[in-house]
């Protein structure tokens, strides 16, 4: 007898536990209570800080740049500070060939002015000559011994006489400018004449930004020297998405953070009215829009520089105290957004409309209320009804 009660007792024991061990039990979740906050909707895309206004300077004349001794960050002042001087490049030297005909030039020219003086002379003789004959004609014409008609051709010998010698003259000037120019073609690696060297200054406060061309060397005209701009008129540069760019207006705020320093607020200031084409680094084309932001005023004296890289987070919606649902609370129910919410410790199946959301909330338009609580990340062991205990998922 008392061994069939040891056994039963044994047997209902075994039985207990396995009813302990298969019973269902309440899954371990993660949840939030939902509230009333204020939602943001954000466009978030890389950029660039640039200089608004970059002034380049350039070469005006051909020449030989002497080494510049400023360098990237030097402040300047406009039209006071001297970046750049250029000093005419030296004649080039004459292969044997061209000299000889160099010389023949000089040579000719010198005959040339030789003979433009001797018409000179001729013509000073012609002239005196007819002045001695107009002299002779008058005191004869006052004495009624010759014509009138002989008296103006008189006059007339000496007006010519004496254009022909301004002819003559003028063309011993000419003779003379072209023997200096054969002689100029003579001129070798010599120092030219005029003052050393043109020099540039800067055509706007600032800094140097980079110099382009260091070294003394011979340049040609428009030939880039150096940068100058001005660092604390920084602007960003981002290209959105056109898909999202759609949403963006001119005065919407903005933050620039992840440039190094802490988060800049901003405004855009342009959107710019064409998309151009970028590829991803996935291989994929992409149509981007440029959008300009403006640092806000105390912002500018942060040490952002030029072309620093930055993410540029710009504001598109904003609604104040909604009834808003974590994110990772959300999955799809067919064609529907639906939540669990935690009731008498059971898992609720809910379906929800949402509004605008971004990446930690989304708005809810109907099918939650504040003060309800919604489970976190479900996984595929919940399902409507199941009981739920509030705490760390598994």
Not at 334 to 356: F, I, K
Request: charged share 25%; aromatic share 4%.
């Amino acid at each position: 007898m008392l061994r069939r009660l040891i056994t039963l007792a044994l047997l209902l024991a075994v039985l207990a536990g396995l009813a302990w061990a298969f019973w269902p039990r309440p899954l371990h979740v993660e949840t939030a209570v939902i509230g009333k906050r204020d939602l943001s909707v954000t466009v978030e895309e890389e950029g660039k800080s640039r200089i608004r206004e970059v002034f380049s300077v350039s070469a005006p004349i051909n020449g030989q740049v002497l080494r510049i001794g400023l360098h990237a960050g030097d402040a300047v002042v406009k039209n006071e500070t001297v970046v750049v001087s250029i000093r005419p490049v030296a004649p080039g030297l004459l292969d044997a060939r061209l000299k000889r005909v160099a010389e023949a030039a000089a040579a000719s020219a010198r005959a040339s002015v030789g003979l433009a003086a001797a018409e000179v002379k001729q013509a000073e003789a012609q002239l005196t000559f007819s002045r001695t004959e107009l002299e002779r004609a008058e005191r004869l014409w006052r004495q009624g011994t010759i014509s009138e008609r002989a008296l103006d051709k008189a006059q007339l010998d000496v007006a010519t006489a004496a254009a022909a010698l301004d002819s003559a003259r003028a063309s011993l000037s000419v003779r003379e400018k072209e023997l200096q120019r054969a002689e100029a073609a003579l001129i070798e690696n010599e120092a030219s004449e005029g003052p050393c060297c043109t020099d540039i200054k800067a055509p706007a406060t600032g800094r140097i930004l980079r110099v382009l061309t260091e070294s003394e060397q011979v340049v040609q005209a428009g030939t880039p020297l150096m940068e100058i701009g001005d660092p604390a008129d920084i602007e960003i540069m981002a290209e959105v998405l056109s898909r999202d760019v759609v949403e963006i207006r001119p005065g919407a705020p903005a933050v620039i953070d992840n440039w190094g320093g802490p988060p800049l607020p901003a405004t855009v200031r342009r959107v710019e009215p064409s998309a151009i084409t970028k590829v991803s680094a996935l291989g994929i084309e992409e149509q981007r829009v440029p959008v300009i932001l403006d640092l806000a005023e105390g912002a500018r004296e942060a040490t952002l520089g030029d072309g620093f890289r930055v993410v540029a987070r710009i504001t598109v919606w904003e609604g104040k105290q909604l009834v808003a649902v974590p994110i990772a609370a959300l999955f799809r129910q067919g064609g529907d957004w639906a939540v669990y919410v935690v009731a008498n410790g059971r898992a609720e199946l809910r379906l929800v409309e949402l509004g605008r959301r971004n990446a930690a909330f989304a708005g809810v338009n109907k099918g939650l209320a504040a003060d309800d609580v919604v489970i976190l990340h479900p996984s595929d062991r919940l399902a409507d009804g199941v009981a739920v205990v509030s705490g760390l998922a598994d």
